[in-house]
């Protein structure tokens, strides 16, 4: 039954954190955001972030969600183009204050940006938590405080600073944000609010650093007295029923729960992972729909036979083709079948008859082979040019776009096949 279940159910991504562990690296995530998971119907699959992971996530596939949530401050490096008014005494004094998060973690940067830029191009489901909500703001060009306290806090009236992180109280602290009416943490918290008749909430959070600038894309859904954004999303992205969900949280709703006890603070707090997990399973479906393909159908034996045939003559002509080799004599009328079912009107259309000479596909069109051939190797060696002062990063990107290109041709390519043998067998 478990392995039935690994097998329907849909795949989550979250990225591991590192910390030390007898003298040993260890990577871990916590369990509130697997338990959460779990129990709405998705399963967690971990990425580790071992040095050279960002270049594999391709062998995470299929991914049908990401969930990014704890860890280290990103690299200012991402997304500092104001440079903060800090002096090289306060940078040292925040490493000091949160030696624990200040280190950077390149590697785990370089497999979150990833992520998170996949999943704006395939409109894969993403939630981010706390630092997870501000890696989704850096990949869509947006920035950070380097640090609250610092660069917000102190331009502040003392009763508009808001403390938060908490060292001695992580999962008791608790401040006050304001949501905004008509987001999705409105409808989630809405009894709540109704109950106390105000807009607010207190929620935990254990974070220095926050969302300055954010991405044009998004909308806020929650801010800080001090005017630090709490939560947004992408309005036009969001829909969980229809596959869609784009959004960060700053502040932990899966760490707000009563003392002693699994009870959450409001009954909203668990809404984020369950449309998240809803919205998961809707775009699984989705995706299983736009890639299945139809079951051939079944031919009589003359049809099968000359099914046969003409595929034969399909392959030899892409041998040719690709090994750029004349024809023997002995084989030109192998090639006469798909010569001839290329020009009768009666398999195909006028419209897929141009189309497939345009491709090069008729035999008697066989030397344009050789000059696009040609013109081929003259594009490669432009294009090996041009890659070779590309860095390793753009090169990566670049593989992964055109290898989703390449799935998703082949995957309407076989489709459009099928129609052919269809049109042929009516």
């Known amino acids: 039954m478990a392995a039935e279940l690994s097998v329907v159910l849909p795949r989550v991504l979250i990225v591991s954190r590192r910390t030390v562990r007898k003298n040993k690296f260890v990577d871990f995530v916590g369990e509130y955001h697997l338990d959460l998971i779990v129990s709405y119907g998705a399963v967690p699959v971990i990425v580790p972030r071992v040095t050279g992971v960002h270049m594999l996530l391709e062998s995470f596939e299929p991914i049908h969600g990401v969930l990014l949530c704890e860890g280290e401050d990103l690299d200012p490096s991402l997304y500092d183009d104001e440079p903060a ?26 497999i979150e940006l990833r992520l998170a830029k ?33 660069e917000l806090s102190r331009n502040l009236p003392q009763n508009q600073r808001v403390l938060h992180i908490d060292y001695d109280n992580y999962d008791g602290h608790r401040h006050v944000v304001k949501i905004i009416e008509n987001t ?48 947004f999303y992408d309005p036009d992205a969001y829909n969980p029923e229809e596959g869609k969900f784009i959004m960060g949280l700053q502040f932990h709703p899966e760490r707000m729960r009563q003392s002693d006890t699994d009870e959450f603070d409001y009954p909203g707090c668990t809404f984020a992972y369950q449309e998240f997990v809803k919205a998961v399973v809707a775009y699984q479906k989705k995706l299983s729909s736009s890639t299945t393909v139809q079951n051939p159908i079944k031919l009589n034996q003359e049809m099968e ?30 090639l006469d079948a798909g010569a001839e079912f290329l020009e009768s009107n009666t398999a195909l259309s006028i419209q897929q008859e141009e189309r497939l000479i345009q491709m090069g596909a008729t035999v008697r069109n066989g030397s344009s082979y050789l000059e696009r051939l040609k013109m081929n190797e003259e594009r490669e060696g432009i294009a090996r040019k041009v890659m070779s002062k590309m860095s390793v990063e753009q090169l990566s990107d670049l593989k992964s776009f055109y290898n989703m290109m390449g799935q998703i041709c082949s995957e309407i390519l076989e489709r459009k096949l099928q129609d052919i043998v269809n049109e042929v067998a009516s």
């Open 118 to 150: 996949l999943c704006l191009e395939r409109n894969i489901p993403y939630l981010g938590i706390c630092r997870g909500s501000q890696v989704l703001n850096v990949a869509c060009g947006g920035t950070l405080y380097r640090d609250i306290e610092k």
């Open 305 to 334: 036979k000359k099914r046969k045939i003409i595929v034969r003559s399909f392959s030899l002509a892409r041998n040719i083709y690709e090994g750029g080799h004349q024809m023997n004599p002995s084989k030109e009328s192998d």
């Open 184 to 231: 999705p943490l409105h409808h989630w918290f809405k009894n709540s609010l109704e109950e106390y008749d105000k807009m607010e909430i207190f929620v935990n959070s254990y974070h220095h650093q926050g969302v300055k600038k954010l991405a044009q894309r998004f909308v806020p859904m929650a801010f800080a007295t001090d005017g630090l954004i709490e939560g």
């Open 85 to 110: 008014n800090l002096s090289a005494e306060e940078i040292e004094e925040i490493r000091r204050q949160h030696a624990s998060d200040t280190t950077i973690d390149k590697e785990k940067d370089n």
